[in-house]
């Protein structure tokens, strides 16, 4: 079964304070690696999909990388407006795991001004 | 244009009612799903159909009961509701997923609680 864990569950930063978000995962062949910001009473909000190990992908003050056992998320220089709850998502191969998303619980970012 | 839309987005019932949520999807999607977060915040799925036809059943107990006119919506019907089945519940959707990693598109959410 394929499995995901975010760390840590809660990231407190200063504006324009750099750091990173992680993701461990095991999957019976990785089809697909997933990003989506969370805000408050909201759906998640797609980010970046990663295919392959060595692959990067940047967007404003977010890049996402991804190795064969984990994916990084980088926020560089954060803004207040970055607060958001960060979720990490995998879509194998085996069975019938083509069509669904196995998530995360999740990264609470709070940046501070 | 909202992309999945799904209604309503605030329910609150009493145990043992029944209830239905509404979804819809104008992109084009062939597949559509149902997860479930929970007050822990996880997100879980429930349910998949691809062009109208059930692919992903996560042992969801059988008062949870999904119907898929066409391939455009994906309703969620739910009998004898319980307390234990408080949440929000998300329909998303996404292109036929053969291949590679396909993207799901999630819908704003519908918040149940049950009193």
């Known amino acids: 079964e394929d499995q995901v864990t975010q760390s840590p569950e809660a990231l407190r930063l200063q504006e324009g304070e750099s750091s990173s978000l992680n993701c461990s995962y095991t999957?019976?062949?990785?089809?697909?690696l997933f990003w989506y910001r969370q805000d408050p009473g909201k759906g998640p909000e797609f980010l970046f999909t990663l295919y392959s190990a060595g692959e990067e992908k940047e967007k404003e003050r977010l890049k996402a990388t991804l190795t064969k056992k984990e994916s990084f998320l980088h926020i560089t220089a954060p803004k207040p407006e970055d607060s958001a709850t960060y979720l990490c998502a995998v879509q194998g191969r085996s069975g019938g795991s083509n069509y669904k998303l196995t998530f995360g619980k999740g990264t609470l970012l709070t940046v501070n001004p | 244009d909202t992309a999945v839309s799904q209604t309503p987005k605030y329910l609150v019932t009493q145990m043992g009612n029944d209830k239905s949520i509404k979804c819809e999807q104008n992109l084009g999607h062939d597949t559509m799903y149902w997860y479930k977060q929970d007050s822990k915040k996880f997100l879980k799925i429930m349910f998949s159909?691809?062009?109208?036809?059930?692919?992903i059943n996560e042992t969801v107990p059988n008062r949870f009961s999904p119907k898929s006119p066409d391939k455009a919506h994906l309703n969620l019907h739910i009998n004898s509701l319980e307390l234990g089945d408080s949440a929000v519940y998300f329909c998303a959707s996404s292109q036929d997923s053969s291949g590679g990693g396909n993207t799901i598109y999630f819908g704003e959410g519908s918040w149940l609680t049950v009193v």
């Open positions: 159909y691809n062009n109208k036809e059930l692919i």
């Open positions: 999957v019976s062949g990785l089809r697909g």
